[in-house]
C-alpha cells in the first residue's frame, strides 16, 4: 500500500476561522512533509518531520501551524490565514528524510484551500 | 546552490509518438538522486522514475525512461507511446546529501505536456 491520504479534499474559510488539514500513511515511513503549491508551480516545502519530531522549517508563517501526533498522522493547523495562502496543500512521506537518496516521497491528493 | 531547470514551459505530442522532457540540473555533490514527478490536474503529484549519481545504467519504468548524462548534468525524462492519460504536468526534482537538508526535494518549474488524438 503505497498510499498517503489528505482530509479534507477541499476547503473554503474565511480570516479569521481556525481548521486543520490532515494527512496519513501506512506505509511504516518516519518522514512527513507539508507542501504548498500554486498553480502552475512546484510544490513549496514548508516542513519536514522526521521520526516524529520538526527538523525543517522553511520559514513559514506562526498562523500555519504542524503537529505529528505519531508516526502515521501529520496535521496542518490553520489560523487566521491570508487570502494569499490559497493554494493546494501537498502531503508526502518517505521512508527516511536523512539516509537513502532514492527514497522517493510519496504524495497525498491534496487539499485545495480557498481563503476568503 | 542545488537548482534544477526545466526549459520547456509547454509541450505537444501527437499519440502513440515518444517525447523527451528536459531537465538540467546543478549541484556540487558527488552524491546526488534525481526524480520525476507527474501531476495530472487532479493534483496528486505521481512519482515516475528514480535516477542515482552512481548508477550506470539508465533508469526504465515501462513506458518511461531517463536519459541520465552526467557530465552534462541532464536527466531528461523519455515517454514511449504517448497516451492521453499523459496529459500532465511534470516535475524533474532532485536530493543531494546535504544533511540539514533533511531529504528536501528540489523541483524544477515543471513542463506541462499534452498529448494530441
Known amino acids: 500500500d503505497t498510499e498517503v491520504t489528505q482530509t479534507p479534499k477541499h476547503l473554503v474559510m474565511g480570516m479569521t476561522n481556525k481548521k486543520s488539514l490532515k494527512c496519513e500513511q501506512h506505509?511504516?515511513?518516519?518522514?512527513m512533509y507539508w507542501y504548498k503549491q500554486k498553480a502552475k508551480k512546484p510544490p513549496e516545502l514548508m516542513f519536514v518531520y522526521s521520526y516524529e519530531k520538526l527538523s525543517i522549517n522553511e520559514s513559514v508563517p506562526s498562523r500555519f501551524s504542524p503537529e505529528c501526533p505519531n508516526s502515521s498522522l501529520l496535521n496542518l493547523h490553520l489560523h487566521a490565514l491570508q487570502p494569499e495562502d490559497s493554494a493546494l496543500y501537498l502531503c508526502?512521506?518517505?521512508?527516511?528524510?536523512?539516509?537513502?537518496?532514492?527514497?522517493?516521497?510519496?504524495f497525498g491528493p491534496g487539499t485545495r484551500l480557498t481563503v476568503t | 546552490a542545488q537548482k534544477i531547470t526545466q526549459t520547456q514551459p509547454g509541450m505537444f505530442v501527437q499519440e502513440k509518438e515518444a517525447v523527451t522532457l528536459d531537465c538540467t540540473y546543478d549541484?556540487?555533490?558527488?552524491?546526488?538522486?534525481l526524480f520525476w514527478y507527474k501531476q495530472p490536474s487532479s493534483g496528486e503529484m505521481i512519482f515516475l522514475i528514480y535516477q542515482g549519481s552512481y548508477d550506470e545504467q539508465n533508469a526504465t519504468e515501462g513506458r518511461y525512461s531517463l536519459n541520465f548524462q552526467k557530465a552534462r548534468k541532464s536527466a531528461n525524462l523519455v515517454i514511449s507511446a504517448s497516451q492521453l492519460g499523459d496529459s500532465a504536468m511534470y516535475f524533474c526534482?532532485?536530493?543531494?546529501?546535504?544533511?540539514?537538508?533533511?531529504?528536501?526535494?528540489?523541483f524544477g518549474q515543471g513542463t506541462e505536456l499534452s498529448v494530441k488524438p
Open positions: 508526502a512521506s518517505s521512508q527516511d528524510s536523512q539516509t537513502g537518496l532514492s527514497y522517493e516521497q510519496y
Open positions: 526534482a532532485m536530493r543531494d546529501q546535504t544533511y540539514n537538508q533533511g531529504g528536501k526535494l528540489i
Open positions: 549541484t556540487s555533490d558527488q552524491s546526488y538522486g
Open positions: 506505509m511504516g515511513h518516519r518522514a
